[in-house]
């Protein structure tokens, strides 16, 4: 029997943002000098979501400031202001920053009940995805690693597992069922980031066929898109869920491939099924349960208000 090719397909995209490399950053500082010769820094923000920002001063003259972390939520606002020791001099420094994705070591739910990522009452069957970092590149694998897969014949509609923000969409590459890819990362995305600091990423969407957008607030069982064809046989979702655990970015700027490091620690959520409430086994099969109290566990008084009345309206 002739034997078919096995491709690993790999894109490595660090989730830091450097202002020092020539692109585009996600985070911009500018600075303004008042009066009383004290300096407001501030930022502005191209996209949704919590950034950890990191500032690095050097060559500081007539004031005391070394380093500085914050996290920032909105898409404008003041960072910090230097202050002068010597109120009739002016500051003088360099500063370089780093931003990522994430607040720091937020306060997670370990309690809090997810849903499976599909339309109520699907059965699937999920395995748990081997760090492909490690397995192949001898990277160091991420704290408590956990990603999960599902496997499909047909394409199919992802659901939002929990209430969050659409913080990032990657919507750029063709399926791979042409090629017998036994792994590759360039694939469609979706990252939602939740009300406690956790992130769940979505991996698997067929090229425009995502339906949620940068920014837009979701819902358990929100429709997320469909999946791509993964390989020459079948359908594939990954998806998983963590939060930023490490801020080490002025290490993680010169890593190699081999050398490269997460930021971020996973978990291993609770998952509400037709049989309770799981962790997810690998190679087990669980059937998708969302009924009203887990849709609406984070909904605001509003928005409880309008789910009613939908579904009221809708019987």
């Not at 500085?68 to 404008?76: A, D, F, H, L, Q």
């Amino acid at each position: 029997m002739k034997s078919k090719p096995v491709f690993f397909i790999f894109l490595i995209v660090m989730g830091i943002n450097y202002k020092m490399i020539a692109q585009t950053p996600i985070v911009s500082i500018t600075s303004k000098t008042n009066d009383d010769r004290s300096i407001d820094l501030s930022y502005t923000k191209d996209k949704p979501g919590t950034y950890t920002i990191s500032l690095e001063f050097a060559n500081v003259e007539n004031c005391d400031i070394s380093n500085y972390k914050t996290e920032v939520r909105g898409y404008s606002g003041n960072l910090y202001r230097l202050r002068p020791l010597d109120k009739s001099r002016g500051i003088r420094y360099s500063m370089r920053y780093y931003t990522v994705m994430g607040e720091l070591n937020p306060k997670i739910d370990t309690l809090f009940r997810y849903t499976l990522p599909f339309k109520n009452g699907k059965k699937v069957k999920i395995y748990e995805a081997g760090n492909i970092g490690e397995k192949y590149l001898g990277q160091e694998k991420a704290l408590n690693w956990k990603s999960y897969l599902v496997h499909s014949e047909k394409p199919d509609t992802i659901c939002s597992m929990r209430k969050g923000i659409v913080v990032r969409v990657k919507n750029e590459y063709d399926d791979n069922s042409s090629t017998n890819a036994h792994y590759t990362s360039m694939r469609n995305s979706v990252v939602v980031e939740h009300a406690d600091g956790t992130f769940a990423e979505y991996k698997g969407f067929k090229k425009n066929g995502i339906f949620v957008k940068l920014g837009e607030t979701i819902y358990p069982q929100t429709e997320l898109g469909i999946t791509e064809k993964y390989d020459l046989k079948s359908y594939r979702l990954d998806f998983s869920i963590y939060y930023l655990s490490d801020i080490a970015l002025k290490e993680n700027r010169n890593q190699t491939l081999k050398g490269y490091k997460s930021n971020y620690k996973y978990l291993m959520p609770n998952f509400v099924t037709q049989d309770g409430e799981n962790t997810i086994e690998s190679k087990k099969e669980y059937i998708t349960s969302a009924n009203e109290a887990i849709i609406t566990q984070e909904f605001s008084r509003s928005e409880k208000k309008k789910y009613a009345k939908e579904h009221v309206s809708a019987k």
